[in-house]
C-alpha cells in the first residue's frame, strides 16, 4: 500500500518534473539532454548482461572507480552500465569510464524502471551509497536483478527522514541481496529501517588514487600561480564563497585564493562576486600559462581537474561545511598530502572527518575568518604545514581497501549461477 500511494503522488508530480528541468536548464543547459532516459524512453541497448553501477552525480561516480576496477577483476568479461541523475555526474562517468555504456536513470516510475530492466537486462546492480528508490528495488526484484547497496551510508539526519517513511522504505530495504555499509553507526541505522543483509567493508574513497595525469596537471597549475602560498576552497556551495572573500578582504594575506565551486552553473556567478569585491580575478578556462602578479583569486571553471588544483595547494578547505550543508570529500585533498580545513557542518562525512582531525592531518574551523587567521598561522609555521601533510597521507593509506572486501562480501551475496 505504501508503494501504491508513493507511485501515485510520483504521477501528481510527473508534470512537474520537466517544468523542473527546464528550470536548472537555465544555469545548466545539459539538463535539456536526454530527456528520453530520465523518463524510461528511447533505450538502445549496447549490451546487455553489463554489472551496472548506478551512482547519481560527480561524489558517488568518483568513489565507484576503486570499486568498478575490483569488480572488472572478479568479473574481466562483463559489459559496464553506469547510470547517473545529474549532468555533471555524467560528464564525470564519461571521462573515468571511456569504455562504460553511460546512462541517465529513469525516474522512479513502475514503467519506466520496469522498461529499464528489460533492455539491459543487467547481471547485478549496485546502488552507491543511498540510492534508495522504491520502484526501482521492486523491479529488480521482480526481474531477477541482484540489487546491493555499495559504499552505504546513512547519517543521522537522513535516518530520521527515512524512519518517516518506513512502511515504504523497509520492505525496499529488505529485498536487496547485499549492503556494505561504510561505518559501523552506518549500519546500525541501516539495521533499524529493515536491512537485513549487511557488513561494514569501509569507504571506497579511501581507494581513490589520485591519478598521475592529475599530479602533473598540479605541478603545472603552480607553475602559472607562481612563488605566492596557494589555498584552494573547493566544492565551495552557494554563500559559502561570499563568506570566504569578505573575510580574506579583511586580512589581505600574500596568497593566491582558489575557489572552485561545487556546481559548474555557478563558475560566472562567482567569478562575478569576488570582482565586486574588488579582486583581481582570473579563470583557469582562460589561463594558459603564469597569472599576472596583481591577480588575487582563481576561479577554477573546469570538470574533472579537482586533484590538479589540491596537487597545486600549499593548503585546502573542503566546501559544504561552512554553511549547514554536511561537507564534501575531505579525503581527496588528504590523498595527495596537503593539510585540510573544513567548517563545522560534516555530517556527511562524520566519520572521515573525526578520523582526520585526530590523526593530525585536518583542522576543523568554526567560521570563515577563523579560516582565513589559520590558513595564515598554518602558513607562517613550515613545520606544522610538513606534519600535517604527512599525517594526512598516512591517514589516507591507514584506511585503504574497503572496495576490495566489498567485492568479496558481494561475491558472497550473489547466489551461484547467477554471476559467472
Known amino acids: 500500500m505504501a508503494r501504491r500511494l508513493y507511485t501515485l503522488a510520483g504521477w501528481l508530480i510527473r508534470p512537474l518534473l520537466r517544468r523542473y528541468l527546464k528550470k536548472r536548464a537555465k544555469k545548466a543547459p545539459a539538463y535539456l539532454e536526454h530527456w528520453d532516459e530520465r523518463f524510461g524512453d528511447g533505450y538502445a541497448p549496447r549490451a546487455t548482461g553489463a554489472i551496472w553501477i548506478h551512482a547519481v552525480s560527480v561524489g558517488e561516480t568518483r568513489a565507484a572507480l576503486p570499486l568498478v576496477h575490483a569488480l572488472r577483476a572478479r568479473y574481466p568479461d562483463a559489459p559496464l552500465l553506469i547510470t547517473q541523475m545529474t549532468p555533471t555526474g555524467r560528464a564525470t562517468a564519461l571521462q573515468l569510464y571511456p569504455d562504460a555504456e553511460v546512462r541517465y536513470l529513469p525516474y522512479d516510475f513502475p514503467r519506466a524502471v520496469a522498461g529499464f530492466f528489460a533492455a539491459y537486462r543487467p547481471r547485478f546492480g549496485v546502488l552507491m551509497e543511498t540510492e534508495l528508490w522504491p520502484n526501482l528495488i521492486h523491479a529488480a526484484h521482480k526481474a531477477g536483478v541482484p540489487l546491493l547497496l555499495g559504499n552505504a551510508r546513512l547519517s543521522d539526519k537522513s535516518y530520521r527522514g527515512y524512519r518517516r517513511v518506513a512502511p515504504l522504505i523497509r520492505p525496499a530495504l529488505a529485498s536487496l541481496a547485499g549492503v556494505a555499509a561504510q561505518t559501523e553507526a552506518d549500519a546500525a541505522r541501516l539495521v533499524l529501517l529493515g536491512t537485513r543483509n549487511i557488513k561494514v567493508c569501509g569507504n571506497t574513497k579511501y581507494d581513490f588514487a589520485p591519478p598521475a595525469a592529475q599530479l602533473a596537471l598540479g605541478r603545472t597549475f603552480r607553475t602559472w600561480l607562481g612563488e605566492r602560498p596557494v589555498l584552494v576552497a573547493a566544492s565551495t556551495r552557494d554563500g559559502e564563497e561570499a563568506l570566504i572573500l569578505a573575510a580574506w578582504r579583511k586580512v589581505r594575506p600574500k596568497a593566491r585564493l582558489v575557489i572552485v565551486p561545487r556546481h559548474p552553473e555557478r563558475f560566472d556567478s562567482v567569478a562575478a562576486l569576488a570582482e565586486q569585491q574588488g579582486f583581481t580575478v582570473a579563470r583557469r578556462s582562460a589561463t594558459s600559462g603564469p597569472l599576472a602578479d596583481e591577480v588575487d583569486v582563481w576561479i577554477g571553471d573546469s570538470m574533472g581537474e579537482l586533484f590538479g588544483y589540491y596537487a597545486a595547494a600549499d593548503l585546502a578547505f573542503v566546501g559544504g561545511s561552512l554553511l549547514p550543508l554536511g561537507g564534501q570529500n575531505l579525503i581527496e585533498p588528504a590523498s595527495v598530502g596537503v593539510?585540510?580545513?573544513?567548517?563545522?557542518?560534516?555530517?556527511?562525512?562524520?566519520?572521515?572527518?573525526?578520523?582526520?582531525?585526530?590523526?593530525?592531518?585536518?583542522?576543523?574551523?568554526?567560521?570563515?575568518?577563523?579560516?582565513?587567521?589559520?590558513?595564515?598561522?598554518?602558513?607562517?609555521?613550515?613545520?606544522?604545514?610538513?606534519?600535517?601533510?604527512?599525517?594526512?597521507?598516512?591517514?589516507?593509506?591507514?584506511?585503504?581497501?574497503?572496495?576490495?572486501?566489498?567485492?568479496?562480501?558481494?561475491?558472497?551475496?550473489?547466489?551461484?549461477?547467477?554471476?559467472?
Open 339 to 420: 593539510p585540510v580545513l573544513f567548517g563545522p557542518s560534516m555530517f556527511n562525512f562524520p566519520q572521515a572527518s573525526e578520523l582526520a582531525l585526530a590523526a593530525g592531518a585536518a583542522l576543523q574551523v568554526a567560521d570563515a575568518d577563523t579560516l582565513v587567521a589559520e590558513m595564515v598561522a598554518l602558513l607562517s609555521d613550515a613545520e606544522r604545514r610538513a606534519a600535517m601533510g604527512a599525517a594526512a597521507q598516512r591517514f589516507t593509506a591507514a584506511h585503504r581497501g574497503a572496495s576490495e572486501r566489498i567485492v568479496d562480501y558481494f561475491a558472497e551475496r550473489l547466489a551461484d549461477g547467477v554471476v559467472r
